[in-house]
């Protein structure tokens, strides 16, 4: 403890617990605030640019879901982490935009893809996934859910609402990977009340179809509030947890 990298470990980590904390206060608040019980709106660390080593601290404190924007820095940093804490048994979601030749990769590390947004992603993903069981890279089938575009424009990734239903129904057809939800991220611009009300409903309709994808992946630091008052199960929060990150990732 006395080893200037001990020092600055135990630092970092009464700096994390001090954040997991008020994080967690502004979940159980906005799960009073709703009439929601607390256990019903689960907490994903986005670790993106911070090292593994701040993963493996809030590993130590109880957090079990992790998420990764790039898939480069994730598969370092999952591997890294197996190294770090060999025994936590921890879920690593991919919340970024994917390319198709990289889930080969990603059907390695990942415990869900959160960012699937068109048919060609989808099969891709099965493929990979069929892959990985069959070499023994996987042990489970790969859980997916469809990142919803709410702001109307193109090119910022996510499927636009009316063809949710159709890449849904494709999607439950596979079996190496399944259908579990919906993740949006609310837009820059206006209310993020109404974008999570329209999510809200999205899932409503999901969930007549396929019961099992009653996932709601919305929320950031800045809305958390706002997601959880419209039915978010699982917030995904980065700089509330782990501090400001550069403006441009490495
Ligand atoms: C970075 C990121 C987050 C976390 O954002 P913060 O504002 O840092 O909490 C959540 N979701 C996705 C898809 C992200 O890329």
Known sequence: MTSPDGELNERRRVELEKSLREVRERIDAACRAAGRRPDDVGLLAVTKTFPAGDAALLSDLG???????????????????????????????????????????????????????????????????????ESGERQEPLDVLIQVNLDGQSGRGGCSPENVPRLAEMISRMYEIRLRGVM???????????????????????????????????????????????????????????????????
């Open 63 to 133: 957090l079990t879901e992790f998420a990764e924007n790039r898939e480069q820095e994730a598969r370092a940093k999952v591997a890294e982490f197996g190294a770090l804490r060999p025994h936590a048994n921890v879920r690593w979601h991919m919340v970024g935009q994917l390319q198709r030749n990289k889930a080969r990769s990603v059907a390695r590390w990942a415990d869900v893809v959160e960012s699937v947004d068109s048919p060609r992603l989808a099969e891709a993903l099965q493929r990979a996934s069929a892959r990985a069981l």
């Open 184 to 250: 949006a991220v609310a837009p820059l611009e206006g209310d993020p009340d109404v974008s999570f009300d329209t999510l809200l409903r999205i899932s409503e309709r999901m969930r007549q179809d396929f019961p099992d994808a009653d996932q709601v992946s919305a929320g950031m630091s800045g809305d958390l509030e706002s997601a959880i008052a419209h039915g978010s199960t699982r917030v995904r929060v980065g700089t509330g947890l782990l501090g400001g990150r550069p403006l441009v990732s490495p």
